[in-house]
């Protein structure tokens, strides 16, 4: 454990001692490195997968519990319930979740991508990509990832990367979310909405447009639930560039204010992480990293990231919070182009 992470505290949260970890290797230069046994989820870790990846995990119990995004040979795209006692090996349910679901015009519409999982008090409520009409953010909640309650989609299609924070700001829900088309959407900008209770969902503002830089110039997409620290809400987000073979997913990394989370504090101009390895670069998608969770440990500082390698496999990364957030404060840069 870090002297100077201990004392500083920055991460206002709780302790997670058994977080999944491996120190920074010699000679890496950036702020977040890879685990070694990458990819920790092969493509097929079920009898009907395609492909595992872009999947969400949190701390449940003594261990850990997840909901996965699980592509059958059918192609089509399903969510699994998954537990793990150490967060590395996991061991996921071979039947896609049954949603407990009394809305019959919901009832039906079961396809699924793209979760995340959020613990809010004794629930943990899982957003993804669902399908009304076109892609929208289909909502729902578990105490035991045994059953999973659907509730009323947050917002109207076309929208995709639903994230929840996991408390009320000023009294409450909060979520970003980035609107899209019913394709595979060009560009697109992630925004903030607040709800009373879950259901209705309104005061819709920017959060940050994409830009700034060449790798999330054509559209960006909020990742993992954010992370609650000293200087405001770490925002692990995905941003996209169209390259001459194809769209490049990489991950950045925001500081939002902690009372106004519309407003940015800092954003990285570089990428913290990029499609590089074997596992990221060649897959069903090349040259894909899309990050939907992240575990924190207040005492350590210590972070472990799960995000989707070329959508195909699941793996995981780390990082050091006081050094990560160091990072995207010395290479900042904020420009709204999407304001006007
Ligand atoms: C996005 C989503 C992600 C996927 C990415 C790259 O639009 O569909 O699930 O990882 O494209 O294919």
């Not at 090996?89 to 009832?107: A, G, S, T, V």
């Not at 008090?121 to 990832?145: E, K």
Request: overall charge positive; some cysteine; charged content about 20%.
């Amino acid at each position: 454990m870090s002297k100077t992470s201990k004392s500083r505290r920055t991460i206002l949260g709780l302790a997670l001692p058994n977080i999944p970890w491996e120190d920074k290797p010699a000679g890496c230069r950036g702020p977040v490195w890879r685990y070694s046994g990458n990819p920790i989820i092969a493509r097929d870790a079920l009898p009907t997968s395609n492909s595992i990846f872009n999947s969400a995990v949190v701390p449940f119990k003594r261990g850990f519990a997840g909901v996965f995004r699980v592509d059958h040979t059918t192609r089509f795209t399903k969510l699994h319930a998954g537990f793990s006692e150490d967060g590395l090996r996991w061991d996921l349910n071979p039947e896609p979740i049954d949603f407990i679901c009394n809305i019959p015009e919901l009832k039906e519409r079961i396809a699924g991508y793209d979760p995340r999982v959020c613990r809010i008090g004794d629930r943990y409520y899982v957003t993804w990509c669902s399908s009304y009409y076109g892609p929208t953010i289909g909502l729902a909640y578990t105490t035991d990832f045994k059953k999973f309650h659907r509730m009323e989609n947050a917002v109207l299609p076309c929208n995709r990367n639903g994230v929840l924070f996991p408390r009320k700001i000023r009294g409450k829900y909060a979520m970003l979310s980035r609107p899209s088309d019913k394709g595979h959407t060009p560009s697109g900008d992630i925004f903030y909405s607040e709800s009373p209770d879950l259901c209705y969902w309104g005061r819709h503002r920017l959060v940050m447009a994409a830009g700034v830089s060449n790798w999330q110039c054509n559209k960006i997409g909020a990742g993992p639930i954010p992370i609650e620290t000293t200087e405001g809400w770490l925002m692990i987000y995905h941003g996209v560039v169209q390259s001459c073979s194809g769209m490049v997913y990489s991950v950045g990394a925001a500081i939002l204010d902690r009372d106004t989370p519309a407003k940015v504090r800092y954003r990285t101009v570089p990428y913290i992480l990029n499609p590089r390895t074997p596992y990221e670069c060649v897959g069903d998608v090349p040259n894909v990293v899309f990050p939907c969770a992240a575990l924190a440990d207040a005492d350590t500082g210590r972070l472990a990231i799960y995000y989707g390698g070329a959508d195909t496999v699941t793996a995981l990364a780390f990082a050091q919070v006081d050094e990560l957030i160091d990072f995207i404060k010395s290479n900042s840069g904020l420009v709204y182009d999407g304001r006007s």
